[in-house]
C-alpha cells in the first residue's frame, strides 16, 4: 500500500516539472521568435499599428 502511494506520488511530481520545462521551453520560443520577427521583419508590426 505504502509502494502504490510513494509511486504515485513520484508520478505526480514528474508530471508537474514536465509542465514546468514545456512552459519554460514555449517562453524561450516565444521570446526569440518575437526577437527574430523585430529583427528580420519590422513592417510586421508596421502593419500590426495599422489593424
Do not use: C, R
Request: no cysteine; proline share 2%.
Amino acid at each position: 500500500m505504502k509502494l502504490k502511494y510513494s509511486s504515485h506520488d513520484s508520478g505526480i511530481m514528474v508530471g508537474a516539472t514536465g509542465w514546468f520545462w514545456i512552459l519554460i521551453l514555449l517562453i524561450f520560443v516565444i521570446s526569440f521568435g518575437f526577437n527574430w520577427i523585430v529583427e528580420e521583419h519590422p513592417e510586421f508590426f508596421q502593419y500590426l499599428h495599422i489593424i
